[in-house]
């Protein structure tokens, strides 16, 4: 599977960005999909992921409240819609698929199959 993210970009504290994921292949339903983050000099991140039919969400608590992950299933796409954007949003996001037997959610990056190249976000204050 190939996945492109866009929608990064440069933006001022409180501002907004959507990220997109887009899923080539015929699997995408299959997929729980995450958005991960990493800043320079620290770990990457679970910041949201959704489960394959998009009932179920997760955020990270510092996420919670102005960021929304949503998906598409026609479309083979999953969103991380970006609100009220901090300094400390700032990384590299990437998006990441697992392939998922069943309902639920994956919490741990090493579960995820495949990666995307990742979209810069930076947040100037």
């Known amino acids: 599977e190939q996945l492109v993210e866009s929608g990064g970009g440069l933006v001022q504290a409180g501002g907004s960005l959507r990220l997109s994921c887009a899923v080539s292949g015929g699997s995408f339903s299959f997929y729980v999909m995450g958005w991960f983050r990493q800043a320079p000099g620290k770990e990457r991140e679970l910041v949201s992921c959704?489960?394959?039919?998009?009932?179920?969400?997760w955020y990270e608590d510092s996420v919670k409240g102005r960021f929304t992950i949503s998906r598409d299933n026609a479309k083979n796409t999953v969103y991380l819609q970006m609100n009220s954007l901090k300094p400390e949003d700032t990384a590299l996001y990437y998006c990441a698929a697992n392939l998922r037997v069943g309902p639920g959610l994956t919490f741990r990056a090493t579960d995820y199959d495949y990666w995307g190249q990742g979209t810069q976000v930076t947040v100037s204050s």
């Open positions: 959704i489960t394959r039919n998009g009932d179920g969400t």
